[in-house]
């Protein structure tokens, strides 16, 4: 890799992280997909769940304060329990199918009627976390799937972001550990590694500074747009998979 890379990679990873943390999501997958331009693709989307791993770790860190821990007490085990099952099909499952899938659920939440009033409860948390769980060992960016579901169960956006970041930081440790035991070495990207965590120290702590700025409401409307995009994304790298295939 050259110096230009790294150094790009590092200063995008301040930027991704300032993202998601004044406007929700976003980040990780404007991330995967510079890094998918640079990386080989097997190292991928395990480096980018390492970085991300250490992001969200630094977000819930700075707001602790405000996570809901009984939510991510349902979330968590769930999405440990899909990313164990993922990991027995690591690589038998179509990605583009993933991706319109992830897509279609996405602007539903955003823009559909409101789903059945179960979905809000503690079945629909660990229906949730599962199939979250499920599909970041997979399409890599699982992120715009959980705030979606997150989202709505938060209290204001300071709860919002805490929370994501909470539950991200463990569906991470989840992928990591999971392409650890499938043999991928960890230690060849070290330096990348690190430098694009202490990079994502920066990006969050201004984005956390801009987001007690933002007002409720503007929040919400960016937050919907930021899915949106994401969602967008998602189908056009689906379709491009497909008619490639």
């Known amino acids: ?24 999501a976003g980040g990780g997958a404007i991330l995967i997909a510079a890094m998918a331009l640079i990386l080989p693709p097997a190292a991928v989307i395990p480096v980018h769940g390492l970085v991300q791993l250490g992001s969200n770790v630094v977000r819930g860190v700075m707001s602790w304060r405000h996570i809901n821990w009984p939510l991510l007490a349902v979330f968590v085990p769930m999405s440990f329990a899909g990313a ?31 789903l059945p009033k179960f979905t809000s409860g503690r079945l629909g948390l660990a229906l949730g976390g599962f199939g979250t769980g499920f599909i970041t060992l997979f399409v890599g960016a699982s992120g715009p799937l959980v705030a979606a579901f ?4 938060s209290r204001d956006r300071f709860a919002a972001i805490a929370t994501f970041a909470g539950a991200m930081s463990f569906q991470h440790a989840a992928k990591a550990v999971a392409f650890g035991m499938a043999g991928f070495v960890f230690r060849d990207w070290w330096p990348l590694i690190i430098a694009m965590f202490l990079a994502s120290i920066v990006g969050n702590w201004l984005g956390l500074q801009m987001l007690g ?5 503007r929040f919400h409307r960016l937050f919907q747009l930021v899915l949106t995009l994401l969602a967008v994304q998602l189908l056009v790298e689906a379709a491009r998979g497909l008619s490639g295939s």
Do not use: H, N
Not at 92 to 99: D, M
Not at 213 to 217: C, P, V
């Open 1 to 24: 890799m050259s110096d230009l890379s790294f150094w790009g990679l590092t200063a995008l990873s301040a930027f991704t992280s300032f993202i998601t943390a004044c406007m929700g």
């Open 84 to 114: 164990w099952l993922a990991s027995c099909f690591l690589v038998q499952l179509p990605s583009e199918a993933l991706q319109l899938a992830i897509a279609a659920f996405v602007l539903y939440l955003c823009w559909g009627p409101p």
């Open 150 to 153: 997150i989202k709505p169960q």
């Open 213 to 217: 700025r933002i007002s409720e409401q």
